[in-house]
């Protein structure tokens, strides 16, 4: 019995299906508008302009069909190669959050440049676009097309201002590690297609009975290299040597875009696949998630530690909150899948919010330096004595650093309230206490930052360190609004996962 | 209504009071410290008037407000109240204004920032003594801590980062464990009713097999002992009660401790009493070793906050053999000596912080011959030390008396060398005022300004009252044990 005809073809593109694929369709639809106003005129603010109106777009197209029942329940599946349900959409959502947080924080950052960026908006757009496909696909061939649309446009991305110092060095690692990373994983996909002969993740591989047993370890051995390929892109330990020194080496909007809408994709379809595959079935690649979940807690925690550099802090930290984040893949059974996705998203939308707000502000002390004549990255000890100069600024800044450590009151204790039910429920004990353990130890990098931000300014350090009335009113009401939707998420939460439910 | 009231009331004022701090109104200048001073004296007279009035009969929990509040967990907003937390509660009222005046004249930086993280402890410690969902039981155990870490960092001593941080670290990491053992019940709840449940009464109906009981009471054990603290938990607290700024360190030791105990008693026993019975054997050593360890450390050290700071671990050994002695005069015994614990540490840690601002140190070998130039401190001096160590007469003794008498029942050799403390803190309590307030006199100090007289006095009057008629506080009926 071959299992390709247990799969009805999907061929018709009906009206739902385009309905539904709109938002990456206008999506793709709007950087062919790009290109052609490139062509048309190169001016920097009109891209600007027209890339965030074109994610605002995608965003509410996405919000209002996740709002609506066509979405509920099974998903839509559109041809094999696609499928969204709204989960996909939710994290589509997110990506477009954090892709136009990063198209607005970027004005400031390439102000400093004389050339006109336009290319620089469109491979943005791209890697949104890239990311869009990724949480969207049901199907290896076109999870791997995502994958290196999203790879190639960040290649380009990460060393875009050419002339400084590490843009090179940062640019090759990561262009040579995405290119290992996307080997092992075709190398991996080509492996579980010699086993099951299909390449839709549908296909139930832990199902396959009927192969011999030295297929079985092909398969295994596939779904490792598969997994290790994401696991690259997640800069999950022992695939992370290439993210502090890209985080830092990169223009630091795009280090934002890298550890949201990258990462979030990836493990989107990592989600995706690992669900609809019943691999949380397969006890090889638990064991190996749980080993994987172990080490990025600790490693990233302990490597956080000692971090002066908030880019490189923040790619530590984010090992480590991609360790916690596996847990997700250990469901005990199939009822749980919906509340896997749940505590997933919501772990996501608070990791992002947490990053977008400290970038927020990381790129305001990055032009202040530039502006003191001053080019090089921001250091824990510039925000020395923040809360008595900056309030605002400063307020968010702990509130994200709180989020980040899961105390409540923010949405990153919800999120690993989630966490923990979850391992809970699949009375995964190893991974309780890494996380238990982990977040102790990123408590001793954590809590030092808050101080610095409270600690009582020297005698010596001018008073031109933190100038009143940097920030002019735009900004500070994005913050403002970004301090209250944390707050809000955090004690509210059910306002936000009504959405999942 | 007016128990949510009070709390967010607390953190209101405490907003409050931050934001119109220095700055005149109406041709009024207001000042942090009399915001926070008359909201408090407001509220608290709130809570006494909510509990006089409310005509319930507190020797259960009485619930006063239950609402949904994250309903795809079945997460309730629920308080209640019965005797014990009301006793806390008003020991948690007059501690804070205790708290107030100690800050009134050290604190000089930041005031209204200070206050504010002041109130918001007090606004998060209600919170745990009267939240019966225990999700929101312990998103207020961690919400107080937040403020008090935040009180050490800024207002602290010399080496305040790093006690801030072994604070929270100890705190946080034990209290996650606590967080496993809720999630793994309302996971039991549901797999034996088909909802999950948060609700601490509920949980009082939920039959567990003991062996998953064990593992269970030992996550809340633990997050307890680490706050109460008990050896070999302990190494977070005499770093973060020397660091602390003297209101710190009285928020401390008189009211955190006891959430500990609180804990304790509530969920430790009430939730697992097969399981912490089988465990009270390890608890009651632990308690007899943090008696004698407290005492022992206490007599080595120099620095008075310290000596007091290991002094609570002595005294907090004392609450939990009673606790784990099962029977009621053991029970009523830890709750006497921990409001009398609370009083005492309270205005040791203040005579320290008075000294303090006195002659800007804590070392016992910079005083000395205090009497002579402050016979009135030197006198309060004494009779606080003599509660520390427990003299008739004054609350201390009652307290520990009845936890000897409860536990000897139970435990009697262990009782035997827990007895031996009484005599350590005896020795330290002696040490402390002998090197403080006489020999050599070393340097003019002034005695005790009004506001100064007035602390002292109503924490003495307090430990007077209590000593001499208990009866105020023994009226705490264990449902379960009588």
Redo the contacts between chains.
Sequence with gaps: MNPVENIVEVTVFTAEMFVVLSPILFLSFGIVLALLLIAWQRSQKMIAVFSQVILVFTLLLSIHLLSGNILSGEGVQITTLLKVDQFSYLSLSLLCLSALAVVSLSGQALKSQIEVHDEYYLLILLVTLGAAILVASDHFASMFLGFELLSISLVGLVGYFREHKYAVEAGFKYLILSATASSFMLLGIAFIYSQTGNLSFAVNSAAMSWSPVPLQLFNSVGILLFFSGIAFKLSLAPFHFWAPDVYEGAPTPITLLMATVSKVAMFTVLIKCCFSQGYYNNEYFIDVIIIVALLSMFVGNTLALKQQNIKRLIAYSSIAHFGYLLIILLISSEQSIDFAWQSALFYLSAYILANISIFTIVLAYEKQLSQNGQERDVRIDDWQSMFWHRRTEAVLLVVSILSLAGIPLTMGFIGKFYLLNQAVISQSWWLVSGLVIGSGIGLAYYLPIIFTVFKPSEKNMLKSHHPKGVLVARPRIFITLLIIISFYLGVFPDSFSQYIM | MMLTFIIFGLLLSGSIAWVTDNKVFAGIKFQAKWVSLLSVLALGSCFLLLVYFSNQNFQQLQLFERVS?????NIDYALALDTLSITLIVLTFILAVVCILVSWEEIQ??SGFYYFNLLATFSGVIGVFSAVDM?LF??FW??ML?PM??II??WGHENR?FA??KF??FT??SS??M??AI??MA?IHQQQTGVMSFYYQDWLMLDIKIGVAQYLMLGFFIAFAVKLPSVPFHSWLPDAHTQAPTAGSVLLAGILLKTGAYGLIRFVIFLFPQASENFAPIAATLAVISILYGAKMAFAQSDFKRLVAYSSISHMGFVMLAIFSFNEIAYQGAIVTMVAHGLSSAALFSLAGMIYQRIHSRNLNDMGGFWQSAPRMGGFGLAFAAAAFGLPGLANFVGEFLSLVGAFQVFPIMVVFASLGLIGSAIYGMLLFQKTFQGVPLKQVQDLSVREFFICGSLLGLLVVLGFYPNIILGYAFGVFA
């Design positions: 509040w994250i309903s795809s967990l930086e930041k999700f312990f998103f961690e919400v937040i870490t935040a960092a800024i980062y801030a941080i929270f670290i946080q990491v996650l464990l967080l496993v999630i793994a996971y």
